[in-house]
């Protein structure tokens, strides 16, 4: 995931300062990207300026320094919602970031880019489960080290086993609770509505 994604989608909802995107980041948003420092979303922040994705305007401020308020450009709008709708790939780990981040802002942009987010991710996790969930987990060992707790090492990877299948499961009923709201949702009316068309 490209984090200037993440960066535009707030954007669409309102102008923020550079430092109230660190802000978010470190609150709300660390469970879509981890460990971004406020050096960095500057240095995108300036990139999407030269890309014409956004400009700023300068708040000036009494006592301390000037903040510049970025704003969402029809050059950035097009580009968020480019990736709101472009092709998702999942990957092996579920609950990916990069579909975290997807849904997060399509969902509100375009109910049907979400929706095809949502069936994608779920069809995957669906024949990931039917591919997995019976294979033999058995444990070998040949020549172990004799530290090696044989019994031990075999309960961990069933217990391990254990929480990966529910948790994936959760996974799977979240995600078809998901798409049941979002297929039964009615189009928004007026210019709110506009980012639901097809």
């Given at each position: 995931m490209q984090f200037e994604y993440v960066l535009l989608g707030l954007l669409a909802g309102r102008p923020f300062s550079g430092y109230d995107l660190g802000k978010w980041v470190e609150t709300e948003g660390q469970f879509l990207r981890s460990r971004a420092h406020h050096s960095q979303i500057y240095?995108?922040?300036?990139?999407?300026?030269?890309?014409?994705?956004?400009?700023?305007?300068?708040?000036?401020?009494?006592?301390?320094?000037?903040?510049?308020?970025?704003?969402?450009?029809p050059v950035g709008r097009d580009a968020l919602l480019a990736w709101v709708r472009s092709p998702y790939e999942p990957t092996s780990r579920f609950q990916d970031a990069d579909f975290l981040a997807?849904?997060?802002?399509?969902?509100?942009?375009?109910?049907?880019?979400?929706?095809?987010?949502?069936?994608?991710?779920?069809?995957?996790?669906?024949?990931?489960?039917?591919?997995?969930?019976?294979?033999?987990?058995?444990?070998?060992?040949?020549?172990?080290?004799?530290?090696?707790?044989?019994?031990l090492a075999r309960e961990v990877a069933e217990e391990l086993?254990?929480?990966?299948?529910?948790?994936?499961?959760?996974?799977?009923?979240?995600?078809?609770?998901?798409?049941?709201?979002?297929?039964?949702?009615?189009?928004a009316s007026g210019p709110a509505g506009e980012g639901d068309a097809r």
């Amino acid at each position: 995931m490209q984090f200037e994604y993440v960066l535009l989608g707030l954007l669409a909802g309102r102008p923020f300062s550079g430092y109230d995107l660190g802000k978010w980041v470190e609150t709300e948003g660390q469970f879509l990207r981890s460990r971004a420092h406020h050096s960095q979303i500057y240095r995108l922040l300036g990139r999407m300026v030269a890309d014409g994705w956004v400009v700023y305007e300068v708040d000036p401020r009494e006592g301390r320094p000037d903040a510049k308020v970025y704003r969402l450009t029809p050059v950035g709008r097009d580009a968020l919602l480019a990736w709101v709708r472009s092709p998702y790939e999942p990957t092996s780990r579920f609950q990916d970031a990069d579909f975290l981040a997807r849904f997060a802002f399509a969902a509100a942009l375009d109910r049907h880019a979400a929706i095809r987010l949502v069936r994608t991710e779920l069809d995957y996790r669906r024949e990931q489960i039917a591919r997995n969930r019976g294979r033999d987990r058995t444990l070998r060992f040949e020549e172990p080290l004799p530290e090696l707790d044989q019994a031990l090492a075999r309960e961990v990877a069933e217990e391990l086993h254990r929480y990966g299948a529910g948790a994936v499961d959760r996974w799977v009923e979240w995600l078809e609770d998901m798409l049941r709201r979002l297929e039964d949702r009615k189009p928004a009316s007026g210019p709110a509505g506009e980012g639901d068309a097809r």
